[in-house]
Nanobody
Framework: QVQLAESGGGLVQAGGSLRVSCVASARTFNNYAMGWFRQAPGKEREFVAAIGWNAGNIQYADSAKGRFTISRDNAKKAVYLQLNSLKPEDTAVYYC???????????????????WGQGTQVTVSS
């Protein structure tokens, strides 16, 4: 069982930035695909970004392209999501996800990820 612990959420004004982090307990973290989903109140959970074991294997949702950056640090067993130019519609709980199966391209489907964190709240005020 892999435990995922998110941190770094908070309240920020529109146009601001945040970085959310996730640390995994996976013994072979280097082999895992990692990603982020989010869920806003009253909306379905949606894909944000994902990164394969190969850091060149990255996917972003259209809403994230050009504003968000996903990265990983295998030595720290961590994945990060840098959120820039935030908008009120980015307000959501952000979930870290992990899969021991790293496809090419890395998957944007929720069902591809066996492990989910508890989430961290990001609130963007207008």
């Amino acid at each position: 069982q892999v435990q995922l612990a998110e941190s770094g959420g908070g309240l920020v004004q529109a146009g601001g930035s945040l970085r959310v982090s996730c640390v995994a307990s996976a013994r072979t973290f280097n082999n895992y695909a990692m990603g982020w989903f989010r869920q806003a109140p009253g909306k379905e959970r949606e894909f944000v970004a994902a990164i394969g074991w190969n850091a060149g294997n990255i996917q972003y949702a259209d809403s994230a392209k050009g504003r968000f950056t996903i990265s990983r640090d295998n030595a720290k067993k961590a994945v990060y999501l840098q959120l820039n130019s935030l908008k009120p519609e980015d307000t959501a709980v952000y979930y870290c996800v992990a899969s021991q199966w790293s496809s090419m391209p890395v998957s944007a489907a929720p069902r591809a990820y066996e492990f989910w964190g508890q989430g961290t709240q990001v609130t963007v005020s207008s």
